[in-house]
């Protein structure tokens, strides 16, 4: 019997609605709750941007529900209230987004800069890169991707270790891979030197794949220094 009220309900919502009523005063009740979008989706008096934000609400609350969320309670307002929730929803939103983004650029220009720093103590380069692929008759299970690279210590000082990270990316600019890189040989000021690393690959992985399947010559490799110890136990970057 309940059930049967509350179809009724919804039907003279659906009607009343669709003959002109204005929407953004129809009032959520716990009956209505989660018909109130179908009466109204008809409705003329619900521009383009308000029907927008009422679907947003809807999405927002089934993906809540989905996951195990919080559900946004309406009971007791009006669509006109639920839309202009929405909205500040939305520019909150927008805001915390614009101040994500200023900090990340902050981030990565900070880095940049202290990455150029280093660069005047030890200059990097990638020269080779290839696949090493497991070998059950050796013992080995594990496939690798092997990095060579050549340094050079132009700093002036004698170095003891130094750690930062390399950036692949394709010519274009767009992300292949990112490793971290610490070289603990010591080398003497004005000396070079090369290094051979390993990177476990997984087959599974979208960025393992690309960077073994990309040839050297159409990649970027930029290297990052973020930290440099001296012999002498002096360090500049990060601690």
């Known amino acids: 019997m309940r059930r049967s009220a509350i179809a009724l309900l919804a039907g003279a919502l659906t009607f009343c609605y669709g003959c002109g009523s204005d929407p953004h005063k129809l009032k959520i009740t716990e009956q209505n709750k989660g018909s109130f979008m179908e009466s109204i989706k008809d409705s003329k008096g619900l521009t383009v941007e308000e029907n927008r934000l009422l679907i947003a609400y809807?999405?927002?609350?089934?993906?809540?529900?989905?996951?195990?969320?919080?559900?946004?309670?309406?009971?007791?307002?009006?669509?006109?209230?639920?839309?202009?929730?929405?909205?500040?929803?939305?520019?909150?939103?927008?805001?915390?987004?614009?101040?994500?983004?200023?900090?990340?650029?902050?981030a990565a220009a900070k880095e940049q800069a202290r990455a150029a720093e280093l660069r005047k103590a030890v200059n990097l380069s990638v020269y080779d890169k290839s696949f090493q692929a497991a070998d059950p008759t050796e013992g080995s299970y594990q496939d690798y991707i092997v990095i060579r690279c050549a340094y050079e210590n132009t700093s002036g000082k004698n170095i003891r270790a130094f750690r930062g990270k390399l950036h692949f990316t394709d010519l274009f600019g767009g992300e292949i891979y990112q490793s971290g890189l610490t070289i603990s040989d010591p080398i003497e000021a004005g000396q070079r030197a090369t290094w051979a690393g390993t990177i476990k690959y997984n087959q599974f992985l979208d960025n393992d794949v690309r960077l073994k399947n990309a040839a050297l010559r159409d990649m970027k490799a930029e290297w990052l220094p973020s930290s440099i110890i001296f012999t002498d136990g002096t360090r500049i970057g990060d601690e």
């Open 58 to 106: 809807e999405i927002r609350n089934v993906t809540g529900r989905a996951f195990g969320g919080n559900e946004t309670n309406v009971v007791g307002k009006t669509v006109a209230q639920v839309i202009q929730e929405e909205r500040q929803l939305e520019e909150k939103q927008k805001k915390e987004q614009v101040e994500q983004n200023r900090l990340a650029e902050e």
